[in-house]
């Protein structure tokens, strides 16, 4: 379904500006600025057994944002969106790859809106493969109550960090994977594992302290040359995030997360970003939605545009 971007008009220039007057077409020309890209797909839950539905998250985040104020000259275009028809899920990621590479390549920020967190596997590889990943660090800041470390015989929602942390060390490349926000009960012992043996660094929800978080995010940035954000909604309590596809039942604050990306954003090291997990059907007002285009609006704001 395509969005047309429309919605209440205050007026002409600047000074009115909202984000459905101010977005538009990509141009896959050299510029600067954000490109929006959609990712529709319920492939990855379904197959992790999770409940459907995040595949019409890309068009209602896109409802979300079009009210929203646009400020400070910041330039959004919108590639589209990349749809998994049916089961197809491995052509999907790797149509998503090309944008997010051409994007990276013409100089913007991708922002990927997702679709199950299998759009992980589909954003990083576009990464993997620009110009602008050539010779560099690149750190993946994952914040979600679960590490998607899953071993599975085939790409799923809960693969998607453990597909590219295996690719990376098979081809010899240093990535840093971290997770903010780990439910306990929501991963197993086998999880925790995976994460130890993969030198994944993380932080529990119940820890995630606003101090606690700074740290571990400065960590990172410092240690990296490029960071790739991944928000997965869950990681939110299901009282702010209940249009998910796995509600969490304690989750780290919004006031904490939206802190998280304000600061990986205003770094200055930030390449590309997704947002994930967004289950419209199971929304209650619009909630989750609004939640999630304000962290995408903050991460905007705070990257310049």
Not at 2 to 10: E, M, P, Y
Not at 110 to 125: F, K, M, Q, R
Not at 218 to 235: E, G, H, K, N, S
Not at 286 to 297: E, F, K, S, V, Y
């Amino acid at each position: 379904m395509t969005f047309l971007w429309t919605g209440r008009d205050d007026g002409p220039g600047d000074a009115h500006l909202r984000w459905h007057t101010g977005v538009r077409v990509y141009s896959r020309e050299p510029g600067k600025g954000v490109v929006l890209i959609g990712f529709a797909s319920d492939a990855g839950v379904r197959r992790n057994c999770g409940r459907a539905g995040a595949a019409a998250g890309p068009y209602a985040l896109r409802e979300a944002l079009a009210p929203l104020a646009l400020h400070d000259g910041v330039v959004v275009e919108d590639a589209g969106t990349v749809t998994v028809e049916g089961d197809a899920l491995e052509s999907g990621q790797a149509a998503l790859g090309r944008v997010v590479t051409s994007a990276l390549d013409n100089g913007r920020l991708p922002v990927v809106l997702g679709g199950g967190h299998e759009v992980a596997y589909g954003t990083y590889s576009g990464l993997a493969a620009s110009a602008r990943r050539a010779g560099r660090r690149v750190g993946i800041l994952n914040l979600d109550a679960h590490f998607d470390l899953r071993e599975a015989r085939r790409p799923t929602s809960g693969t998607p960090f453990r597909q590219i942390l295996v690719q990376e060390r098979a081809r010899g490349a240093d990535v840093r994977y971290d997770v903010l926000g780990i439910s306990r009960p929501n991963n197993t012992r086998a999880l925790f594992d995976a994460a130890e043996s993969f030198g994944v660094r993380y932080l529990l929800d119940e820890d995630c302290t606003r101090a606690a978080v700074a740290g571990f995010v400065d960590d990172m940035v410092a240690d990296v040359d490029l960071v790739y954000l991944t928000i997965d909604l869950d990681v939110l309590p299901a009282a702010v995030a209940p249009g998910v596809s796995a509600p969490a039942g304690y989750g780290v604050p919004l006031d904490v997360i939206a802190a998280a990306v304000r600061r990986v954003a205003r770094s200055g090291k930030l390449a590309v970003a997704d947002v994930a997990e967004l289950n419209p059907g199971y929304d209650v007002d619009g909630r989750t939605a609004r939640t999630a285009a304000r962290l995408i609006d903050t991460l905007v704001a705070g990257a310049g545009g």
